[in-house]
């Protein structure tokens, strides 16, 4: 695998490769699901890891200190669609799902949640009707995510369009029932507040004792998840941000922007795992 994809744009981000290549025993290298290890597609229940992903994966993690995947899906939902569950090589592996309410660890195969939220249910169950209201039914998609509810507009005659008229009322919806929206690529997911993925991220290095860093994500809940690191670089703990950029244009510009290494979409993230992997000896 070519060296050159281990090459970073920004100083910070030099010195977060140098650190995780010098030390990797002290490596965590933490990763977003959709849109980073997995395609995104139109059908979010049809989304699966690119079939590189695990065996670069099983290759790298043995020589690091913790590889984790953190995502809005819940976490058994991840572990079946990256078919994360028995891997030789990813016995280690944390699953951080619903932004770090659950987890689910390779060593025990099991899942811990905090537990259901009541505005969630309440939101539950009023959504259908209120979109059905608003003249927003039509093509738009709900995904029952347990701990968030999530309507998609991909499959809109216009879903820039539907995103964005629907915005504003389902901020306002959630509000009503002490949630908050994450908005995303033509999804707005609505959720408990007081978990994201950069409070998953830096909960989960403090745990593992984290001597460096490496966050790839692809759209804006990633965004938390980079500011964690940035955070902690400020702290003195080195850390890469790379982004998973896609030939479609539907990466948030500013993510892009934060990167200290953009890569093109889930293969692309793919190679740079084997990358790393061959520069470890792996």
Known sequence: MSSHL???TTSDGK???AAILARPERAVVALDF???LAPIVPDPESAR???GAVPALARLAPRLGAVAVITGRPAGVAVRYGGFAGVTGLERLVVLGHYGAERWDAASGEVRSAGDHSGVDALRAELPGFLDRFG???GTWIEDKGRAVAVHTRRTDDPEAAFEALRGPLDELAARH????EPGRLVLEMRPP???KGVALATYLREVGAGSVLYGGDDLGDLAAFDAVERLRGEGLPGVRVCSGTASGEVPAELVARSDIVVDGPAGVVDLLNALADALGA
């Open 15 to 17: 010195e977060g490769l």
């Open 34 to 36: 959709d849109g980073t």
């Open 6 to 8: 281990l090459t970073s």
């Open 194 to 196: 007081g978990m994201d």
């Open 136 to 138: 927003a039914w039509r």
């Open 178 to 181: 002490g949630l908050i929206v």
């Open 49 to 51: 890891a690119h079939p």
